[in-house]
């Protein structure tokens, strides 16, 4: 009995040890921390289609993915393109880029640190690559060059269809600024569908040409002006009429208007600073006024100050020397004015063509050897020329007649008796009296045949006008003729 206790006292504290050991494997392997797998970085590079802030998401495209997607969170390490740290913002579409993480899912990463390869110096969102435009297009994007005026074309197979300058930049060129603008496309010149390049700087951009009616294109043969205009405007009526032509009109957003104004006696300066100067201030009290060109003709840009009247709708001006003045209920004017509201005036004035100038037929006479054989001193004969209506219209015929017939007019047998030396030095119209002075002219016997010839070529082509009553010829202060016209009844 006594052994059995003993030989069961023995099995139990050898289960007892047994048990404790394993307990003490088993703690020991429980308590172990296991070695942690070693996380893989990951690399991926491309373009930045999409910025989303909100979401601290970048969506890129790479060689196998056309959009791959790189969370951002608050530890990201972001480097632009000189290695300086960066904020989120910093990020644009366009900008390629290297980011490395930990890949998340087969085209998506968490981002640790993003580094720009490269950023444009000029970034336009919209419109975007072969968008279909109309004539109306506006421009948005951002830009980190210095603050300067960079020019503007659309071009068709490296044709210029239409350009302009326009000021985008940042006051620091380590930062973005945005811009935003509209360019109007002359519906006269843009016509029908077409591929465009649209290039801003050295940024280019292919787009489609659709005309859409977004412009309308106005006409006014009196003031001899072309130009566009957003269709949803119309015509005001109260603001009267030109030669049977509305000159007002206007939209929700906006208005023009047209005038003539000025004499050959007054200049671009004077007549911008009469407009300025008005006693009703129409541009406010500090108005600033610029150089600028309008379609190839110097001109003045009137901007208002801020403290112009409301019901003034921020009227701004544009004021030009026309190519050739215009004629206006008997009176010639010098200088084009278009009136529009501030945000249009150079969208508008971008449009703005000047027509060529009406022509009156007038007579020229001259000696032929084919119609008068026999060199008839006095007798002369007419051909026809076009001469711009100006007031310099007897002036322009006096200049004709001394360059003589033309190549065709001589074979048809038309001569001058005026020697091709004569020049016009000086005329003067003054109540009806014409006083021609020329220089270059020597005849020693008035009473000759060509001093005959010369004087019936003068009074037959001076004879059309009917505001000449009386005419001399002088030369080197000397009269040489004299014609006495009778009013035609």
Not at 101 to 107: A, I, P, S
Not at 133 to 162: A, D, F
Not at 210 to 219: A, I, M, R, V
């Amino acid at each position: 009995m006594p052994n059995k206790v003993i030989l069961i006292l023995i099995g139990l504290v050898i289960f007892l040890a047994f048990s404790l050991v394993s307990l003490a494997i088993y703690v020991t392997n429980f308590s172990k921390p296991e070695k942690p797998e070693k996380e893989l970085t990951f690399t991926v590079s491309g373009e930045i289609l999409e910025v989303s802030f909100k979401k601290d998401l970048l969506v890129i495209k790479t060689q196998k993915f056309n959009e791959f997607f790189i969370e951002l969170s608050l530890s990201t390490l972001i480097l632009d393109e000189a290695n300086q740290p960066r904020t989120p913002d910093y990020l644009q579409q366009t900008f390629q880029i290297l980011a490395q993480g930990t890949q998340v899912q087969e085209n998506r990463l968490l981002a640790k640190k993003v580094q720009v390869l490269q950023a444009p110096q000029v970034i336009i969102f919209s419109p975007v690559k072969n968008m279909t435009v109309g004539e109306i297009i506006r421009i948005e994007g951002t830009s980190k060059l210095s603050k300067q005026k960079v020019p503007i074309l659309i071009l068709k197979e490296n044709q210029v269809l239409w350009s302009d300058t326009i000021e985008i930049g940042s006051q620091n060129p380590q930062n973005y600024e945005p811009f935003s603008f509209e360019i109007y496309l002359p519906p006269d010149e843009f016509k029908e569908k077409m591929p465009v390049m649209l290039q801003l700087g050295n940024l280019t951009l292919p787009l489609i040409f659709k005309p859409q009616g977004f412009l309308t294109s106005y006409t006014h043969p009196t003031f001899r002006v072309s130009l566009a205009y957003p269709s949803l405007w119309k015509e005001n009526l109260n603001y009267g009429k030109v030669a049977g032509l509305p000159v007002y009109y206007q939209g929700l957003d906006g208005f023009f208007t047209i005038q003539a104004g000025g004499s050959q006696e007054t200049n671009l300066q004077a007549i911008a600073q009469q407009e300025i100067s008005h006693r009703l201030r129409p541009y406010g009290s500090n108005p600033t006024l610029e150089d600028i060109f309008v379609a190839g003709k110097k001109a003045k840009l009137i901007l208002p100050s801020l403290d112009q009247s409301p019901d003034l709708k921020q009227q701004s001006a544009i004021i030009a020397e026309y190519p050739l003045p215009v004629k206006i209920d008997s009176e010639f004017y010098h200088y084009f004015i278009l009136y529009a509201s501030k945000d249009h005036i150079l969208k508008l004035a971008k449009t703005l063509k000047f027509l060529d100038a009406p022509t009156n037929k007038v007579k020229l006479y001259l000696s032929n050897n084919i119609l008068d054989p026999t060199d008839t001193c006095n007798k002369v004969f007419a051909v026809l020329r076009d001469v711009i209506e100006t007031p310099e219209l007897i002036e322009n015929t006096i200049n004709l007649l001394l360059q003589g017939p033309t190549p065709k007019e001589k074979e048809a047998g038309y001569f001058s008796n005026l020697p091709s030396s004569v020049k016009l030095s000086n005329i003067s119209l003054q109540e009806g009296n014409l006083e021609i002075a020329l220089e270059g002219l020597d005849l020693k016997d008035q009473n000759s045949c060509q001093a005959i010839a010369i004087k019936a070529q003068f009074e037959n082509t001076l004879a059309q006008f009917s505001e000449i009553k009386k005419a001399q010829i002088l030369v080197d202060n000397k009269r040489y003729f004299e014609f006495i016209f009778n009013p035609k009844k």
